[in-house]
Protein backbone atom coordinates (compact mmCIF):
# COMPACT_ATOMS: atom_id res chain seq x y z
CA UNK A 1 0.00 0.00 0.00
CA UNK A 2 1.39 3.53 -0.96
CA UNK A 3 1.52 6.09 1.67
CA UNK A 4 -1.39 9.27 0.61
CA UNK A 5 0.49 12.19 -0.51
CA UNK A 6 -1.26 14.23 2.07
CA UNK A 7 0.54 11.90 4.26
CA UNK A 8 3.94 11.97 2.72
CA UNK A 9 3.13 16.22 2.92
CA UNK A 10 2.69 16.23 6.66
CA UNK A 11 6.16 13.73 7.15
CA UNK A 12 8.22 16.42 5.16
CA UNK A 13 7.07 19.42 7.06
CA UNK A 14 7.24 17.52 10.67
CA UNK A 15 10.65 16.38 9.62
CA UNK A 16 12.10 19.78 7.82
CA UNK A 17 12.60 21.42 11.40
CA UNK A 18 14.82 18.62 12.66
CA UNK A 19 18.23 18.08 12.56
CA UNK A 20 20.66 16.12 10.40
CA UNK A 21 23.50 14.46 12.27
CA UNK A 22 25.30 13.80 9.19
CA UNK A 23 25.36 17.40 8.34
CA UNK A 24 27.25 18.53 11.50
CA UNK A 25 30.33 18.66 10.25
CA UNK A 26 29.50 21.22 7.03
CA UNK A 27 27.16 23.22 9.58
CA UNK A 28 27.79 26.93 9.76
CA UNK A 29 29.10 30.35 7.64
CA UNK A 30 31.64 29.73 4.95
CA UNK A 31 33.59 31.64 2.38
CA UNK A 32 35.18 31.35 -0.70
CA UNK A 33 39.00 30.98 -0.31
CA UNK A 34 40.97 33.68 -2.32
CA UNK A 35 39.74 37.00 -3.48
CA UNK A 36 38.41 36.37 -6.01
CA UNK A 37 34.37 35.65 -4.84
CA UNK A 38 33.35 39.06 -3.22
CA UNK A 39 29.96 38.92 -2.07
CA UNK A 40 29.84 35.07 -1.96
CA UNK A 41 28.81 32.88 1.30
CA UNK A 42 27.59 29.59 2.20
CA UNK A 43 25.55 28.64 4.85
CA UNK A 44 24.61 25.29 6.05
CA UNK A 45 22.01 25.35 8.80
CA UNK A 46 21.80 22.14 11.46
CA UNK A 47 18.16 21.04 9.40
CA UNK A 48 20.33 20.74 6.45
CA UNK A 49 18.68 24.21 4.95
CA UNK A 50 21.57 25.72 2.92
CA UNK A 51 21.66 29.36 1.71
CA UNK A 52 24.12 29.95 -1.22
CA UNK A 53 24.51 33.97 -1.50
CA UNK A 54 25.86 35.11 -4.93
CA UNK A 55 28.34 38.15 -5.98
CA UNK A 56 25.87 41.14 -7.14
CA UNK A 57 26.93 40.07 -11.09
CA UNK A 58 24.85 36.90 -10.05
CA UNK A 59 22.25 38.27 -8.06
CA UNK A 60 20.42 36.95 -5.12
CA UNK A 61 20.38 33.99 -3.16
CA UNK A 62 19.73 29.94 -3.80
CA UNK A 63 18.47 28.23 -0.87
CA UNK A 64 17.21 25.10 -0.36
CA UNK A 65 17.21 21.84 1.77
CA UNK A 66 19.72 19.71 1.20
CA UNK A 67 20.31 15.92 2.45
CA UNK A 68 23.59 14.79 3.68
CA UNK A 69 24.72 11.04 3.45
CA UNK A 70 28.55 11.07 4.68
CA UNK A 71 30.82 12.74 2.57
CA UNK A 72 27.92 13.38 0.17
CA UNK A 73 25.39 16.18 -0.08
CA UNK A 74 22.25 16.06 -2.17
CA UNK A 75 21.39 19.95 -3.13
CA UNK A 76 17.54 20.39 -3.90
CA UNK A 77 14.95 23.31 -4.52
CA UNK A 78 17.02 26.13 -5.80
CA UNK A 79 15.33 28.63 -7.97
CA UNK A 80 16.78 28.01 -10.74
CA UNK A 81 16.28 24.20 -10.91
CA UNK A 82 14.12 21.59 -9.45
CA UNK A 83 16.18 19.04 -9.85
CA UNK A 84 18.70 17.39 -7.04
CA UNK A 85 22.59 18.14 -7.60
CA UNK A 86 25.18 15.61 -5.62
CA UNK A 87 28.18 17.40 -4.93
CA UNK A 88 30.67 15.74 -2.37
CA UNK A 89 32.18 17.21 0.44
CA UNK A 90 35.46 17.98 2.16
CA UNK A 91 35.89 19.11 5.39
CA UNK A 92 38.68 19.88 8.10
CA UNK A 93 39.79 22.13 10.86
CA UNK A 94 38.74 25.47 8.72
CA UNK A 95 38.72 24.28 5.17
CA UNK A 96 35.45 22.53 3.07
CA UNK A 97 36.47 21.88 -0.84
CA UNK A 98 32.87 21.20 -2.30
CA UNK A 99 33.48 19.18 -5.67
CA UNK A 100 30.49 18.81 -8.42
CA UNK A 101 29.24 14.64 -8.80
CA UNK A 102 27.70 14.39 -12.14
CA UNK A 103 25.85 17.22 -13.24
CA UNK A 104 23.88 19.50 -12.03
CA UNK A 105 20.96 21.57 -13.89
CA UNK A 106 21.86 24.95 -11.81
CA UNK A 107 25.08 26.09 -13.92
CA UNK A 108 24.90 29.50 -11.36
CA UNK A 109 24.65 27.07 -8.44
CA UNK A 110 27.55 24.35 -10.16
CA UNK A 111 29.86 27.79 -10.54
CA UNK A 112 29.51 29.29 -7.35
CA UNK A 113 29.51 26.15 -5.11
CA UNK A 114 32.28 24.22 -6.62
CA UNK A 115 36.11 24.98 -4.54
CA UNK A 116 37.80 25.72 -1.47
CA UNK A 117 35.50 27.72 0.93
CA UNK A 118 36.70 28.48 4.50
CA UNK A 119 34.87 29.58 7.82
Known amino acids: MRPSPMLMTMLGLMTAGCAQPAARPYVGSWRPSGDSAAGVALT ?11 ADSAG ?3 KGPATFHGDT ?15 RLE ?28 R
Request: hydrophobic content about 40%.
Open 44 to 54: IRPTGVFELHM
Open 60 to 62: GVL
Open 73 to 87: AIFRGAACERGEARY
Open 91 to 118: VSDSALVITPIGTDGCAVRRRTLAGRWT
